[in-house]
């Protein structure tokens, strides 16, 4: 089946310790896009690739970077994580325009 | 900016009985999509039902249709014969159409539906 896929699913870092998350999707969409999901409130989007564009929320912490090496592929470095940076971290792909299809998501713990 | 507001943090409903999520959005804009998604405790957020802004007729997907009055700006969805594994957080969401938009979604901040046996 066709679908978007996230690791880890949690994932255990120390304060100040740079982590990677991975996605990748199947679904062979243009846009890929990382959202930052506090406990019970909305996702909030840091930044998202169209193609090779990238695109940066104008309030998304320096903290966050992105890379997507290919189609398939997208990655979400926190470069120095903070106790406020522990979050659910979402994945989300789509044509562009189209509807997103969001990842199981990795649940980031920072210690 | 567009904004969406989901006023009722919380909901219950007896399982079998209907509910209606209530949403409503602000835009200057004439062409969006409007969504529901869905997000169990398992927390991965699943598409409900999709709503373009041009279409009149309300979408409906099995269990789930929507009220969709666009000059009041209100985007409602009604589960049909609540099942318990419809127990999850609702987020409604607005997307642009517009010829230059990115395709950014604004969520709502959503709404906990918890079912009853």
């Known amino acids: 089946d066709a679908m978007v896929i996230q690791n880890p699913r949690y994932q255990v870092t120390q304060f100040g310790k740079p982590v990677t998350l991975s996605c990748s999707q199947t679904?062979?969409?243009?846009?890929m896009y990382w959202y930052q999901q506090k406990s019970s409130q909305a996702p909030k989007l840091l930044f998202h690739?169209?193609?090779?564009?990238?695109?940066n929320e104008a309030d998304t912490p320096d903290n966050f970077q992105s890379r997507r090496p290919n189609t398939s592929f997208c990655f979400l470095d926190i470069r120095s994580p903070g106790l406020g940076d522990a979050a659910m971290y979402l994945c989300?792909?789509?044509?562009?325009?189209?509807?997103?299809?969001f990842g199981p998501g990795t649940r980031l713990l920072v210690l | 900016a567009q904004t969406v507001t989901q006023s009722q943090p919380e909901m219950s409903v007896q399982e079998a009985e209907t509910v209606t999520l209530s949403c409503t959005y602000d835009?200057?804009?004439?062409?969006?999509?409007l969504f529901w998604y869905k997000q169990p405790p398992s927390r991965q957020m699943i598409l409900v039902i999709r709503?373009?802004?041009?279409?009149?007729q309300n979408a409906t997907e099995n269990r789930f249709s929507v009220n969709f009055q666009k000059a009041a700006k209100s985007f409602s969805l009604k589960i049909s014969d609540s099942q318990l594994g419809d127990a999850a957080m609702y987020f409604c969401?607005?997307?642009?159409?517009?010829?230059?938009?990115?395709?950014?979604?604004?969520f709502g901040k959503g709404i906990t539906l918890s079912v009853r046996p």
């Open positions: 709503q373009e802004a041009y279409k009149q």
């Open positions: 989300a792909t789509s044509r562009r325009k189209e509807t997103q299809y």
């Open positions: 969401a607005y997307r642009s159409m517009n010829t230059g938009a990115n395709s950014k979604l604004t």
């Open positions: 690739y169209y193609d090779k564009d990238f695109n």
């Open positions: 835009t200057s804009e004439s062409d969006y999509y």
């Open positions: 679904l062979n969409h243009n846009v």
